[in-house]
Structures are given as structure tokens and as C-alpha cells.
């Protein structure tokens, strides 16, 4: 795996969304992105990335199940242990992970696990030399299983509670169910208890959701989600207890019932997977969009129009994170595509990439 650096000039392609109108009262920031360093290559349909405390990350494949361990400076990706019982799909495999928030002492990572004959969130014990794992428990069973719309991120919120994002397993109307646990975000402690005030007395917190892939938490506590839609909206929402989002009566800004986002693209230009909160904005990985989407918002409210970076530069993008030292950490999703005849893979796919962090100026 080599190493290679190439720098991005300034702005990218500025494309603002119909019907989205700024709230900053100033003239716009004009944020510009730092060098982008290519961190590892020859990665097989990469989904979660959590960070450890050395700086190192993990990241799982959809397909093959295995979490590989990649150094901080970048290179060769090692094996660390293949999760058990992972069944892949169209869109399900091994997905999501988060690192427990006292990982050098209970060395835990947490996985979402698109399973046979339920979806799961397991618990990990990663070894101390962090050259192998073992699965120590199921977390959380019985989320439906489709061939498409797992859902899949994991995040950990401030308050130490494990944030799990759903799909509706291609069954709209099970989505403003609140017995049950598709279509939803879901809220637990990470030994699988339900917190005292979760809304339902259930794992769910909020419903009425079509296809989460997206989790990040902002500087005050604000949860944000990113929302694969239908036709004619992706969302970015502000998750609120006990709220319905809508789906499948609304979509977007359109439709009857439900809270409407904080954001709306079309899907050509976004199918929003993972999203990551830095400098006062989300960072907002596109899958069909194949780009990088700056959402500048404050205390869960949007302060501007959305920015789109590196558009068709690497194909579909789908997981973004914060490194420890500030820097975007980028996955590219496009081998997965190119064996069901999407997206064609390019040499090198799929990849991670680093993005130095730069103020706005």
C-alpha cells in the first residue's frame, strides 16, 4: 500500500439546494479543504471507523466481515478477527462500530451486525496487542433483516449511552411503529439496559424513519442524522425525543406529519451515508452524489448553505470520522457497487483518505 499526497486548491464545485435558504445574517465563510493524503488502499467495501486511543482506527468490511486496524500515519491495513455470523446482502454485512469510551480499560468495540434471522449490535473484546478479537456478548437482537435498508451506524453520545442507527428493511409502514425497532434511531446503555428516559420504555428514541446511515454529535450535544430518502429528498435531521420524522407520509420538506430536517438534497447529488461534525459544520459523506458535503449548522440549528467538496474526484464516499488530531478520516465505497453492476471500482478502491483540517476563512 503506498502513501500518496495530492492537494485540493481551494473550493470545490459550490451547489446550493432549491428551497434552502441561509440564516447566517453575515456574508458566508468560504471554507476551502487542506491537503488530501490517501491512508490505505485495496480495502474490501469498508463501512465502520472507529478510532483508538493510540490514533490507530479500525474499519470493518461489509462483506468479508473482518475488522482490519489502520496505523495513524496510514499503510498497511493488519487483521485484527472476523466478526461471527455476519450474513452479507445488498446493502448488509459487517457495518457499523464504535470503540467503547473506556476502551484502554474494558477494550470493547461495538458492532452492528446484519445477521440471520435478525440484525444485531454485538460487543468485542479486542486483545491488547491488537492483533486479534473476540465476540463477548449480543447487545441488542432483533432488528429486522432485509436484502436492503440495515441502517447500520453506531455512536456513542456524551452522555455515555450507545446511539444505534435503523433502517426500515424495505417495509415503510413498520417505520412509525413504536414497538418496533426498524426505521428508528435507538438509544441504550452499553451493556443493553434502557435508559430511564428514553421515551417509550424501549430502545427506541425517535421513529418515522426511512434508512439512517449517519450519527454525529455536535459540540453541545446535538445528535444529528443523516437519511437516505425515496424519490425526492435526503435528509439531515436534528434527532429530538420521542419525535416522528415522518416517514413514510413525508419526505423531505414535503408530505403530511412529522418533523421536518434541518436539511434536504436531492438523492443525485447526496444518498447520505456516514456524517461527522467539525468546525462549526457536518461533514457529510455522498453515496450516489459521490462527494463530500459541508452543512455548516450551531447548536442545532443550520447558520448557512450546503458546500459540496470532491465531487466524482473518488466515487461514492461513505464514511466520514474525526481524527484525534482534527483530521477528516474519509472511506470510499465503491467496490461494492461494482459487483452489482453499479459504480464501476477504480484501481486502488476503495480507499481512506485523510483531509488536514483547516479553519474557515
Known amino acids: 500500500m503506498s502513501l ?25 465563510a468560504q471554507p476551502v479543504l487542506g491537503r488530501i493524503t490517501e491512508l490505505a488502499s485495496g480495502l474490501d467495501m469498508p463501512w465502520g471507523l472507529a478510532f483508538l486511543p493510540d490514533g490507530s482506527a479500525l474499519v470493518s468490511g461489509r462483506a468479508s466481515g473482518r475488522i482490519h486496524r489502520i496505523p495513524a500515519e496510514g499503510g498497511t491495513p493488519v487483521l485484527v478477527g472476523e466478526v461471527p455470523e455476519v450474513a452479507q446482502s445488498a446493502e448488509g454485512g459487517l457495518l457499523g462500530l464504535a470503540a467503547s469510551p473506556r476502551f484502554a480499560d474494558d477494550r470493547t468495540v461495538y458492532a452492528y451486525v446484519s445477521s440471520s434471522p435478525t440484525n444485531r449490535v454485538v460487543a468485542l473484546r479486542v486483545a491488547e496487542d491488537l492483533g486479534s478479537l473476540r465476540q463477548e456478548r449480543i447487545v441488542l437482537d432483533g432488528i ?13 453520545g456524551p452522555d455515555g449511552n450507545l446511539w444505534i442507527a435503523t433502517g426500515d428493511a424495505f417495509d415503510p409502514p413498520v417505520a412509525p411503529r413504536r414497538d418496533n425497532l426498524n426505521g428508528k434511531v435507538l438509544r441504550i446503555r452499553p451493556d443493553g439496559s434502557i435508559p430511564e428516559d428514553n421515551p417509550f420504555d424501549t430502545p427506541v428514541y425517535s421513529y418515522g424513519h426511512r434508512n439512517v446511515q449517519g450519527l454525529t454529535v455536535g459540540p453541545d450535544g446535538t445528535m444529528y442524522a443523516s437519511e437516505l430518502g425515496l424519490n425526492d429528498w435526503d435528509e439531515v435531521n436534528v434527532i429530538r425525543v420521542g419525535e416522528d420524522y415522518g416517514w413514510p407520509e413525508a419526505e423531505g420538506p414535503d408530505g403530511e406529519g412529522g418533523t421536518r430536517p434541518l436539511f434536504w438534497l436531492p438523492p443525485a447529488e447526496a444518498s447520505p451515508s456516514g456524517i461527522a461534525y467539525a468546525d462549526g459544520a457536518l461533514w457529510m459523506a455522498g453515496l450516489r452524489g459521490q462527494r463530500l458535503w459541508r452543512l455548516p449548522v450551531e447548536g442545532g440549528e443550520r447558520t448557512g448553505e450546503p458546500v459540496a467538496f470532491l465531487t466524482e474526484q473518488y466515487g461514492r464516499l461513505r464514511t466520514v470520522e474525526v481524527a484525534p488530531d482534527g483530521a477528516l478520516w474519509v472511506t470510499t465505497s465503491n467496490t461494492d457497487q461494482a459487483t452489482l453492476g453499479g459504480t464501476p471500482s477504480r484501481e486502488g478502491d476503495d480507499r481512506i483518505l485523510r483531509i488536514e483540517p483547516l479553519p474557515v476563512r
Open 4 to 28: 500518496k499526497a495530492h492537494t485540493v486548491a481551494a473550493l470545490a464545485t459550490l451547489t446550493l439546494i432549491t428551497g434552502c435558504s441561509a440564516t447566517a445574517s453575515s456574508a458566508p
Open 144 to 156: 429486522g433483516t432485509a436484502n436492503r435498508h440495515h441502517g447500520g451506524r453506531l455512536r456513542f
